[in-house]
């Protein structure tokens, strides 16, 4: 699915989080949302998800107007910072919660929810963690079951807030690698928002940098790195 | 915690650690501790129980069983049993609506939740007075109709309501604010609705602190005396509660009938009480188990 930004405008009160910023994401790409914090990349991402409304502008999917669609509408698989997993349900029943919300009619029965977590548990290379808590993983471990409890609900599009914010410098370049296998092997358009250049550089297709609610520049990593639009980025891409 | 804390004989008698006091100061600490709880807490709640056994069993249990005593043990439960499920509900909605929704004058509602623990007991009781009694407007018009509010069961309700109206919300906000949001747009984002999202995650993650709060509740519902003493107007056998047939009985010198009915009161207190600890106990474990990895 490809997504059109249009001029999305973000206030909270009086302070501008957003300035009107476009972005066109073609489908399929792998999109790095690139910037300090207090750039509003997580208020953009949270936007596409329909967890916050713009203020002004419009998103688009496939070239339809998407912007006054609910959250649950939008179907997007949806990574928290420190995500977000259900502290009193199972591995399992976390990932199966989305299929479970599901009304009556496009349930799965039980037999095929059990044969999809499963078969997710072994596409995060977790085949055995199914009845534990998240409180008895580890940081790695608890970013793949959210990466899991996302793709469940085969969701549109694949939104990541700060992904490997939480963890430690080795889990980090493992999970790296972990997210460009599941966004190759899926398909799926993918925004994730990071403050971290490299992790930027190196998996994404298509790197979107931002500072103070504005888009500075658009491009592929290596013409970032050759040619850096404004200042910001010089400055921002080297340090 | 305890595994870096040499054992007291290994450790050289002449280093104190900075936060141990004195031998002697820590002995006037601990008696002071334990002579204020005997003195203050223990003795009286001993001396209900003798004063009510002092004839012996059978008269204690014989003057529980005359009408009066009987049907302000009903009052206060029937009490207890309508305002405390209301007062959970609007605790869950005044919490919910305060921890997870940004608003102008959220600190003002907060002040607001907690009048009830400033506010004396008594002026409460005066203020349902004034304002459903028979002579204000709205209390003329309900007493016309047949539906008197104040000297009865609705206004006797609304006085316990409002007295204990902060404990579910006071218990539930700190840890709703400490849970955040985020699993709840998880939830949103998964596809479930805000009912379905409401009742699978919200509640199960509060629900040891809403069993608390639905406790203390029940405690200080079933002892409140100063609001309904005001509003119930007394009418033994109708509108007299367990602490204010207490009170009579008290007044009337019927020391045995008054102190069984105050010992029935204070074993309803003992059991919320027992239900908490074990509460505390259980939750313990849990957080325990939720720290382990």
């Known amino acids: 699915m490809h997504i059109d ?12 989080a957003l300035h009107p910023v476009s972005l066109a994401i073609p489908s399929g790409a792998l999109v790095a949302l690139l910037g300090p914090s207090g750039s509003g990349k997580t208020t953009l991402l949270r936007i596409l998800g329909g967890l916050e409304y713009p203020s002004s502008g419009r998103v688009l999917f496939n070239g339809q107007d998407a912007t006054g669609m609910t959250v649950q509408e939008r179907r997007a698989g949806f990574v928290f910072q420190s995500y977000a997993l259900f502290r009193h349900m199972t591995v399992f029943e976390n990932i199966a919660y989305g299929l479970k919300a599901r009304p009556r009619g496009s349930r799965p029965p039980r037999a095929e929810i059990a044969r999809r977590v499963n078969k997710l548990l072994s596409l995060i290379q977790l085949p055995d963690i199914g009845a534990r808590y998240p409180s008895q993983l580890s940081g790695g471990q608890r970013q793949r079951v959210a990466l899991a409890r996302a793709l469940a609900i085969e969701p549109r599009m694949l939104l990541l807030d700060e992904p490997f914010g939480a963890l430690d410098a080795k889990v980090r370049k493992e999970l790296r690698q972990g997210l460009r296998d599941i966004h190759d092997e899926t398909g799926l358009t993918t925004v994730f928002v990071t403050h971290d250049q490299d992790e930027a550089m190196e998996l994404a297709d298509l790197v979107v940098v931002m500072s103070m609610g504005r888009i500075e520049q658009i491009g592929r990593p290596q013409d970032i790195r050759a040619t850096p639009a404004t200042p910001f980025v010089r400055e921002f891409i080297t340090h | 915690m305890s595994d870096t804390t040499l054992p007291v004989s290994a450790r050289p008698s002449h280093f104190r650690a900075a936060t141990d006091e004195t031998p002697t100061a820590r002995r006037v600490m601990i008696g002071l501790a334990v002579g204020g709880l005997l003195l203050l807490v223990f003795a009286p709640l001993i001396a209900v129980f003798a004063e009510a056994l002092a004839r012996g069993w059978g008269a204690a249990i014989a003057s529980l069983g005359n009408r009066d005593s009987l049907a302000a043990i009903r009052l206060t439960l029937t009490i207890a049993a309508i305002s405390v499920p209301l007062n959970a509900a609007f605790g869950i909605a005044a919490a919910w609506f305060i921890t997870k929704f940004d608003f102008r004058g959220k600190a003002f509602l ?4 907690d009048l009830p623990f400033s506010v004396s007991p008594v002026v409460a009781g005066l203020c349902i007075v004034l304002m459903f009694g028979a002579n204000s407007a709205i209390g003329g018009w309900l007493v016309a109709n047949g539906y008197p509010i104040v000297f009865a069961l609705p206004g006797i309700v609304l006085a316990t309501m409002f007295v204990t109206f902060p404990f579910v919300a006071r218990e539930l906000i700190p840890v709703m604010i400490e849970q955040g949001r985020a699993e709840e747009e998880a939830a949103l984002t998964l596809g479930a609705s805000g009912w379905r999202t409401f009742w699978t995650v919200t509640v ?20 409140e005396f100063g609001a309904v003493a005001v509003v119930s107007g007394k009418i033994r056998g109708q509108t007299a509660t367990m602490p204010i047939t207490i009170e009579m009985l008290y007044n009337e010198y019927l020391s045995v009938a008054a102190f069984s009915l105050a010992a029935v009161l204070t074993l309803l207190a003992l059991l919320t009480l027992l239900f908490k600890t074990l509460l505390e106990r259980h939750v313990a474990g849990q957080i325990a188990a939720n720290h382990r990895h």
């Open chain 2, 110 to 113: 907060i002040t607001l939740i």
């Open chain 1, 5 to 16: 930004i249009d001029e999305i405008a973000k206030t909270f009160g009086t302070t501008a």
């Open chain 2, 204 to 223: 199960p993650n509060i629900k040891w602190a809403l069993l608390y709060g639905v406790l203390l509740c029940n405690a200080r519902a079933m002892g």
